[in-house]
């Protein structure tokens, strides 16, 4: 018997609504217009799968409910991983000290593992059916932090679609217009197989590892340039785009193709959350969204991102608010801009996590704990209530613990948001 509804829409409102957040009047009005795809092939895979017993499921689930401030350390378990296994025991004793000296709430953990650093998943660090396991560190690390910290939930940092799987068998990833890779490495989310294989993943680590939610990796995109495939294409021409659209990135219906496109992504990540919740009916999720969405709604062309859609199948926008990433010469206004947007959609900003950079990647210099402090004191002043920063540096102690614990510290509130 399948768990899932027979119609796919009922699911979907239920991941929209998730029982915790409704939509507010400003998100219910943009989300009237959004698309929604049917016959979505995630809706076979989710009618396959077997119903968890119900009883073992209730007695498993914990209570999560929202709260109502994060502060949130955003750490790569890529930093504490060491083929010197007592090596790796150090680690996890100084990154554990770390979090209890910093004193996050919250912990968005990685859970796939990228040596490469090209932000697709070569390995991970759980067990499952089909990623190379490179260590299973990541319910090593859980365990330590719900015993030995005061943090109330940690997240699971997972792609959806950038699993690098082992070359030896054929998967069919993503294409690009003019050819090669760009980008990150991600599995076609037109391949029905490609969407059997995540969901597993997603099983497999679930039924193992009792995270509090998940972000979802910002690898939920496609370009304006993919996806290129045959299957794509496909879809594209039963949504009722022409194959001329695909010759012309000017086309006038370039911008309605790219809204279907994410509505598409969108209600994967959804479908993937309904798998979840069969076995964490409170889990709650997040995604990584770019800047560029936020401040330029055009940009949904570029990413197949939206803050519409973002707000309607997700719990929270983790927005990467970061000004040397984006290039931004005006850090201040930069910030600004995306308050003053992303209100637009979350007035209140309770569904809004703003996620900063430790590290300037364009030239690896780190940024001053200083900077990150008063970056942090703006974004309170000017009504932030969720705020993290990555990555987290241990063996450097970047940023500083000293002012990291300081501007992390709350007044006084309540464990939760009301």
């Known amino acids: 018997m399948s768990v899932f509804p027979k119609k796919f829409s009922q699911a979907l409102n239920r991941v929209c609504q998730i029982g915790l957040f409704s939509l507010t009047l400003p998100m219910a009005v943009h989300a009237q217009s959004l698309p929604v795809i049917t016959q979505h092939p995630i809706e076979n895979v989710l009618k396959n799968l077997e119903q968890p017993a119900t009883q073992q499921t209730q007695q498993k ?8 401030q994060m502060r949130i350390m955003h750490i790569d378990l890529d930093y504490v991983f060491d083929t010197d296994k007592a090596q790796q025991q150090r680690n996890i004793q100084a990154l554990i000290q770390r979090i209890q000296n910093i004193r996050p709430n919250t912990i968005f953990l990685q859970a796939f593992a990228d040596p490469d650093a090209n932000g697709s998943a070569d390995q991970v660090y759980f067990e499952n059916r089909y990623v190379p396991v490179r260590d299973n560190l990541f319910p090593q ?10 943090v109330q939930h940690v997240y699971a940092w997972l792609p959806v679609l950038a699993w690098e799987l082992p070359k030896n068998q054929q998967f069919n990833y993503v294409q690009h217009r003019q050819g090669g890779q760009k980008g990150y490495i991600r599995l076609s989310p037109f391949e029905q197989k490609n969407l059997e294989i995540i969901v597993d993943i997603y099983r497999d680590f679930i039924q193992h590892n009792p995270v509090d939610g998940v972000l979802y990796h910002d690898d939920v995109t496609l370009s304006d340039y993919e996806d290129s495939s045959a299957l794509a294409r496909k879809y594209y021409q039963q949504w009722g785009f022409s194959h001329r659209i695909f010759k012309d990135l000017r086309h006038p219906k ?3 193709l790219a809204k279907y496109k994410t509505a598409y992504l969108d209600q994967l990540a959804a479908g993937i959350t309904q798998v979840l919740k069969q076995y964490q009916p409170n889990l709650l999720v997040a995604r990584n969204m770019y800047a560029p969405v936020v401040t330029q709604p055009q940009s949904e062309q570029w990413f197949a991102q939206s803050m519409p859609s973002t707000y309607r199948y997700y719990d929270y926008n983790a927005i990467m608010a970061m ?3 984006e290039q931004a010469k005006n850090h201040k206004k930069f910030y600004l801009d995306l308050i003053q947007h992303a209100k637009k959609y979350d007035p209140n900003l309770d569904r809004t996590i703003f996620e900063l950079q430790t590290v300037n990647w364009r030239n690896q210099q780190k940024i001053s704990t200083q900077e990150l402090q008063h970056s942090i004191q703006l974004l309170e002043q000017h009504g ?3 705020i993290g920063y990555y990555p987290d540096d241990f ?5 500083q613990v000293k002012p990291m614990q300081l501007s992390f510290q709350l007044e006084a509130e309540p464990d939760s948001a009301q």
């Open 395 to 399: 063996v450097a102690q970047h940023p």
């Open 141 to 150: 690390l859980l365990q330590q932090i719900r015993q030995n910290t005061q």
């Open 254 to 256: 370039q911008a309605r």
């Open 384 to 386: 932030v209530k969720h």
């Open 61 to 68: 689930a914990k209570q999560i409910k929202p709260i109502a």
């Open 323 to 325: 000004p040397y990433m």
